[in-house]
């Protein structure tokens, strides 16, 4: 089946210890997002990368980076955790066309925990 | 700036029906979504609105008028696994997905 995969499913990092965060799809789609959700927020989208071409949201912090090295792939760095970082991290794609962003599908996601 | 309105929390009983609502002020607007999530788990799909009027899919259904800046979701004979949040999210002008905080739906028997 066609899907988006994120690995792990949970993560514990310590304080100050760069993470990685995985996601890949089978889907094909051109357009991959990762999103940070807090408990009972909104989604709040970190970056989204439309093909090759990488969109970082004017408001994430530096110590938020991303790759995608391939089509199928994409991963999201910490570079240096804080506190505040834990929470549950969302990987989406979708078929991006020139009516619009499409509707996204959402891989099962992250939960990052910062000791 | 951009804003979108649910309400926090609504109840409702098992077997009726109850409509979550949703406006919103964006710059431009290209299409809404809603989306339920479970506690713990990634959104998944429920309908997409681009033009007025009501979509209807099985149980649910979504309406939208965008003269008002505004959508529902309704779901009949709510059952117990309704119970979670549902999130409006709209694409404004610049294709970007603005999203709302979701209503977290109770449903008691």
């Given at each position: 089946d066609a899907m988006v995969i994120q690995n792990p499913r949970y993560q514990v990092t310590q304080f100050g210890k760069p993470v990685t965060l995985s996601c890949s799809q089978t889907?094909?789609?051109?357009v991959m997002y990762w999103y940070q959700q807090k408990s009972s927020q909104a989604p709040k989208l970190l970056f989204h990368y439309y093909d090759k071409d990488f969109n970082n949201e004017?408001?994430?912090?530096?110590n938020f980076q991303s790759r995608r090295p391939n089509t199928s792939f994409c991963f999201l760095d910490i570079r240096s955790p804080g506190l505040g970082d834990a929470a549950m991290y969302l990987c989406a794609t979708s078929r991006r066309t020139g009516t619009g962003p499409g509707e996204q599908y959402f891989g099962p996601g992250t939960r990052l925990t910062v000791t | 700036g951009q804003n979108i309105d649910q309400p926090t929390e609504m109840t409702a009983t098992e077997g009726a029906i109850v409509q979550i609502n949703c406006t919103y002020q964006t710059s431009g607007f290209n299409g809404l979504f809603w989306y339920q999530q479970h506690a713990g788990e990634a959104p998944t799909f429920l309908s997409y609105n681009v033009l007025d009027g009501l979509e209807e899919k099985g149980r649910f259904s979504s309406f939208l008028s965008r003269s008002k800046g505004y959508s529902y979701l309704l779901l009949k004979?709510?059952?117990?696994?309704?119970s979670a949040s549902y999130l409006c999210a709209v694409i404004d002008s610049n294709y970007q997905l603005i999203w709302g905080a979701g209503t977290k739906l109770i449903i008691k028997p």
């Open positions: 889907l094909n789609h051109n004017a408001d994430t912090p530096d | 004979e709510l059952q117990m696994k309704d």
